[in-house]
């Protein structure tokens, strides 16, 4: 073990930053010995007995050691503020090997609202271990947080362990002791009941979700000379349906290995729990596993195709957003949320290859797709916040809009858009005018393998965590122009930092398909019905940019008129329909039981369905250009 600085108390903020520089810097060279102690003797209690030990290194300066919580954990970008589940924070130093002793408690103090403080006293003998421990409450079956009850552990270590501060990138050791019966198994699962794990850091460590529990099961297939482990933890019937599931998740593996090559991993595990709760329900991204939580029962209906559809996203997360990613992502601060403009690029398109790969598996016909990309288009271009929110402000905008939990109302309904629609459209767009400017010798496949070799497999390591370096907004932006063999910054402008909707028709016409856009309402007037309410016509929801809005009618008002007739939510469709844009209509309603008039100017059509159809004078070439885009040949 090496001998490392001590740490200097903080006195400025300027000085904390320093010194946080200079410990970093510090701590580089100086990795402590760190082992993770894991216990659960209590499952119903729902709470996780975690003891960090720390060989103390000899060093009289060293006067403390500080423990954190992060505020949030990778692939979920709103902050939820872990340390608030922490209870019960302990330190002693540890009896001598082999020794049942006690020793005192040292002291511990709270920093603040993530970090905790060891006083490490003057009694140190050379290599005794610090012993940190601490209880943490956990009851979510989810990608994110983690769940221990009377059926199981389901671990996801971000919200379980705390890191030390300035020595994240430090080797540490897993150990597990589970209830008696209970196995464990991970996406570093090596060999049967294995309890103790290392990883090269608190990084790899927290990107390995566990699950432990008596009744798990495990299917493995093989593609390309790696393993691939099937767990699933069904808390209802699986209606004979997990040969399916294991039999087509391999030909989703087949279909993205062969866009992207073999990955670099020996092996990698599928963690499904189908939780039959009716709301649990989550997909998260690791490097050499995926837990996929769905809230039904594998029997259910519909259940094994989206099981599939989950998996095929989070399986295209192995290269796109794990290996190749966001400048921004990681190593990670964890005192504050991550601010990447690239989510739309990690996320967006890698739901756009999500939904085409389940074609190129030969599990989705080309009429599924195609209802499947409408669908996504319609998210979009409904939303009155696509008209606001460009593609990077939406992934700058994640902590807010990826589950975040509100308590203060809102306004994101109507000023925002999700980057997981939008980067899906901007995606597809992207990938169909690259094949149609190169006459399909390039292909948006092309750009992620090249974002691939040139950031993640070329590039020097630019830190601890993971090969080669992240890639800027702007690098992609040149990897595209340079694929498409012309300049694509006016795309990017318009689409991608701009709020113009990408170019749907043209895109599609490269493909010899026609993009069919049909009103939903001759005319528009901008409202929704409380469904509960039927006497009058009461405002559930109101368009901004809608005629309503302009006429002044808020959320709550009750419709008791509109031109002269009665106004329900059940003859609105109706009576609208009676109507053409540009009509003018006297509209009484009640507010707070006052009654009020007002004029509405009916707009033209605001909402739309798409549709994309064949185009029967298709030439040859984008009838091969389309059979290369759904084939990947
Ligand atoms: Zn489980
Ligand atoms: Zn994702």
């Known amino acids: ?45 729902h709470l996780f007995e975690v003891t960090i030990e720390v060989i103390a290194p000899r060093d009289e300066k060293l006067k403390s050691l500080d423990f954190q919580m992060p505020k949030w954990s990778p692939g979920r970008y709103a902050v939820f503020d872990f340390a608030k589940n922490v209870q019960e924070v302990k330190a002693r130093e540890a009896c001598p090997a082999g020794l049942d002793c006690t020793t005192p408690n040292l002291t511990v103090t709270r920093v603040d609202d993530q970090t ?45 362990f705390m890191y030390l501060v300035n020595h994240k990138q430090d080797p540490v050791a897993l150990s597990i002791n589970a209830p008696k019966g209970w196995h464990i198994v991970n996406g570093r699962t090596e060999k049967k009941d294995q309890s103790d794990f290392q990883f090269p850091n608190w990084d790899i460590l927290t990107d390995t979700p566990t699950e432990i529990a008596p009744d798990w099961t495990d299917d493995e297939f093989r593609v390309d000379g790696k393993t691939y482990h099937v767990v699933v933890h069904s808390m209802g019937k699986e209606g004979g349906k997990r040969p399916a599931l294991v039999r087509d998740l391999e030909k989703v593996v087949r279909a993205e290995t062969a866009m992207w090559g073999p990955p670099e991993f020996d092996s990698y595990t599928f963690l499904f729990h189908f939780a039959n709760d009716g709301h649990s329900g989550d997909g998260m991204e690791h490097l050499t ?27 295209f997360h192995v290269w796109n957003v794990k290996r190749l990613r966001p400048i921004e992502l990681g190593p990670w601060d964890f005192t504050r949320p991550a601010n990447t403009r690239g989510l739309w690029i990690a996320e967006g398109i890698t739901n756009y290859y999500g939904h085409l790969m389940q074609r190129r598996a030969g599990l989705w016909n080309d009429a599924k797709l195609f209802s499947e990309l409408t669908d996504q288009i319609a998210e979009v271009e409904n939303s009155p916040g696509s008209k606001l929110m460009s593609a990077e402000e939406s992934s700058l905008s ?28 901007v995606g597809l767009a992207l990938d169909l005018l690259i094949r149609g400017k190169t006459h399909g010798k390039a292909s948006l496949d092309e750009v992620m393998r090249r974002m691939y070799e040139e950031f993640y497999l070329k590039s020097p390591n630019a830190s601890y965590y993971l090969r080669g370096r992240g890639y800027t907004a702007e690098d992609f932006e040149k990897i595209v122009s340079q694929v498409a063999g012309g300049e694509m910054s006016d795309f990017f402008k318009r689409h991608v930092r701009g709020v113009e909707p990408p170019p749907y028709e043209e895109a599609f016409a490269q493909l010899g398909l026609r993009f069919v856009r049909t009103a939903r309402a001759p005319v528009t007037i901008g409202i929704t019905a409380d469904e509960s309410e039927i ?22 008002d009750a419709i008791t008129s509109f031109g002269g007739n009665r106004f329900t939510s059940a003859n609105f469709s109706k009576v609208l329909a009676r109507y053409k844009p540009g009509d003018r209509v006297q509209v009484s309603f009640l507010r707070n039981a006052r009654p009020m008039t007002t004029a509405i100017t009916l707009g033209p059509p605001l909402l739309f369905d798409y549709k994309i159809e064949e185009n029967p004078n298709a030439s ?3 009838r091969a250009l389309r059979a290369t885009w759904l084939n990947g040949k």
């Open 1 to 45: 073990m090496k001998r490392f600085k001590s740490f200097i108390a903080r006195t400025s903020v300027l000085g904390l930053l320093l010194l946080a520089l200079s410990m970093a810097a510090l701590a580089q060279d100086h990795p402590l010995q760190i082992k993770y102690w894991l216990a659960m003797s209590q499952p119903g209690s």
């Open 116 to 160: 905790w403080r060891a006083e490490l006293g003057s009694f140190r003998p050379a290599g005794a271990s610090l012993m940190f421990s601490y209880k943490v409450f956990a009851n979510d079956l989810s990608g994110t947080f983690s769940q221990l009850d009377a059926r199981h552990a389901n671990l996801n270590g971000g919200n379980v």
């Open 289 to 315: 596993s995926t837990q996929i939580i769905m809230p039904g029962a594998l029997a259910d209906k519909d259940m094994l195709e989206e099981t599939l559809d989950a998996a095929a996203h989070e399986f």
């Open 398 to 425: 994640a902590p807010f809009i990826d589950d975040a939990p509100h308590a203060q109302q809102t306004n994101l309904a109507n000023a925002s858009v999700s980057y997981y629609p939008k980067g899906e459209v």
């Open 535 to 556: 006497v009058n016509f009461k405002v559930a929801s109101l368009r901004p940019d809608s005629p309503a809005a302009a006429a002044g009618l808020q959320v709550g």
């Open 620 to 622: 040859a070439e984008a």
